[in-house]
């Protein structure tokens, strides 16, 4: 081996170290020099994640909306609460607004209730549609015959002023609006009272 090939082989050793492993064709990477900062790309937020950060915003001003209702009005709170109770009645009564089927008049001793064609009961919700007024009645009591329209008129819905024409009569039951009126002794279908216009108000 000749000194001129030694010298050679050294010269390539050499620019061998200086190249950084991995690196190709020779080429060397620079290095950042001690206490210089590199610059680096600003990040840019997804349109995802600017959506998620919008709902998080529009929830927080709902929750501060509903506690600043709350505040103001701590009624509303009690309302809440007492909704379940008010559909429940409201689905109760609902279910049990029933109308006659026809409706029945009757003396004293005919039972009050739902009347059907099975069920003869007297109708206890009258009311007139001509004078809209609910129609009265008195048990065991008849209506005198000088009765009149200006009478009722004037004395509804006084019960007591209403008796003043009322005669006993036993097994009797006087029914009256402001404008009608009617001494009923055995069951009768109103719809054979075509003078009265008389419906059932439910049940």
């Not at 020779?26 to 990040?43: I, L």
């Not at 929830?59 to 559909?87: C, H, M, W, Y």
Request: overall charge neutral; hydrophobic content about 25%.
């Amino acid at each position: 081996m000749t000194w001129t090939s030694s010298w050679t082989r050294w010269r390539c050793a050499s620019a061998g170290a200086g190249r950084r492993p991995g690196a190709a064709g020779g080429e060397r990477t620079e290095r950042p020099e001690p206490g210089v900062r590199t610059r680096r790309s600003p990040t840019v937020p997804s349109v995802d994640d600017e959506e998620e950060e919008g709902d998080d915003e529009e929830e927080d001003d709902l929750n501060d909306l509903i506690k600043d209702i709350f505040q103001d009005d701590p009624t509303v709170l009690d309302l809440s609460k007492s909704s379940g109770r008010a559909v429940t009645n409201c689905a109760a009564h609902q279910a049990n607004g029933r109308k006659c089927s026809p409706v029945y008049l009757g003396g004293s001793s005919a039972p009050h209730g739902l009347g059907t064609n099975t069920s003869h009961r007297t109708c206890d919700q009258l009311r007139c549609t001509t004078c809209d007024f609910r129609v009265i009645t008195i048990d065991d009591c008849e209506w005198n015959k000088s009765c009149d329209y200006f009478f009722f008129r004037n004395s509804m819905p006084d019960v007591s002023k209403l008796k003043v024409k009322a005669l006993s009569k036993k097994g009797a039951r006087a029914y009256a609006c402001q404008c009608s009126w009617r001494s009923v002794h055995i069951l009768t279908d109103i719809r054979e009272e075509q003078h009265l216009r008389w419906v059932c108000g439910k049940h």
